[in-house]
């Protein structure tokens, strides 16, 4: 069993930046490959982007490429987000997910752990 907690979210005003974290109590953290995704009211959950268990590899949806970027450290069991130059589209909540499996890694199915979520809302 994993358990995931993300911090970091707030408010933030369109153009700034905000680091969202995800810490893992996870036996073998660096067995799992690390995604993050969003929420909008409304809306479905969606990919924002992931990285392989060494770090080496990692995508983003087009939304958000070149924006924001995915690390970890696995030392520390931890994710992070830094998301800079936000726009209010970019406001939902945000969750983290882990897997072990095999798969695509853009797909909310591919993922078996879930965070609870952090709030992040761009002012504009």
């Known amino acids: 069993q994993v358990q995931l907690v993300e911090s970091g979210g707030g408010l933030v005003q369109a153009g700034g930046s905000l680091r969202l974290s995800c810490a893992a109590s996870?036996?073998?953290?660096?067995?799992?490959?690390m995604g993050w995704f969003r929420q909008a009211p409304g809306k479905e959950r969606e990919f924002v982007g992931y990285?392989?268990?060494?770090?080496?590899?990692?995508n983003y949806a087009v939304s958000v490429k070149g924006r924001f970027t995915i690390s970890r450290e696995n030392a520390k069991n931890t994710v992070f987000l830094q998301m800079n130059s936000l726009k209010p589209e970019d406001t939902a909540v945000y969750y983290c997910?882990?897997?072990?499996?095999?798969?695509?890694?853009?797909?909310?199915?591919?993922?078996?752990?879930w965070g609870q979520g952090t709030q992040v809302t761009v002012s504009s």
């Open positions: 997910a882990a897997t072990n499996r095999g798969a695509y890694y853009v797909r909310v199915d591919d993922y078996d752990y």
């Open positions: 996870a036996r073998s953290f660096s067995n799992y490959v």
């Open positions: 990285i392989t268990r060494s770090g080496g590899v990692t």
